[in-house]
């Protein structure tokens, strides 16, 4: 069973710069995509970024040349490099992870990012 640890987050002042961790655990040893999601009150869940295990990279445009994603394949890690953060950027960001061609998603339990004005 496929589970994700996350780490990171925090707060931060606009400008400022913050970086999320997520491993899975579990033996993911298929073709798979990891990514983040965010949330906030009112609003649907929306992709932040993504990466596959061949190195396909998607951004939401509105993170696009201050989000960094990467992954190390061997230890099953995936990090965000979040900078030049806005208050927009203010929400639950969550670790996804599915393995492709297959429709079910994992979830970790979400860190909270707070940017402040």
């Known amino acids: 069973q496929v589970y994700l640890e996350e780490s990171g987050g925090g707060s931060v002042r606009a400008g400022g710069s913050l970086r999320l961790s997520c491993r899975v655990g579990?033996?993911?040893?298929?073709?798979?995509?990891m990514g983040w999601y965010r949330q906030t009150p009112g609003k649907e869940r929306e992709l932040v970024a993504d990466?596959?295990?061949?190195?396909?990279?998607s951004y939401n445009d509105r993170v696009k040349g201050r989000f960094t994603i990467s992954r190390d394949n061997p230890l099953d890690t995936m990090d965000l490099q979040m900078n030049h953060l806005n208050p927009e950027d203010t929400g639950v960001y969550y670790c996804?992870?599915?393995?492709?061609?297959?429709?079910?998603?994992?979830w970790g339990q979400g860190t909270q990012v707070t940017v402040s004005s």
């Open positions: 996804h992870f599915r393995f492709l061609y297959t429709t079910r998603d994992f």
């Open positions: 579990g033996r993911p040893w298929s073709a798979n995509t």
């Open positions: 990466v596959t295990t061949g190195g396909e990279i």
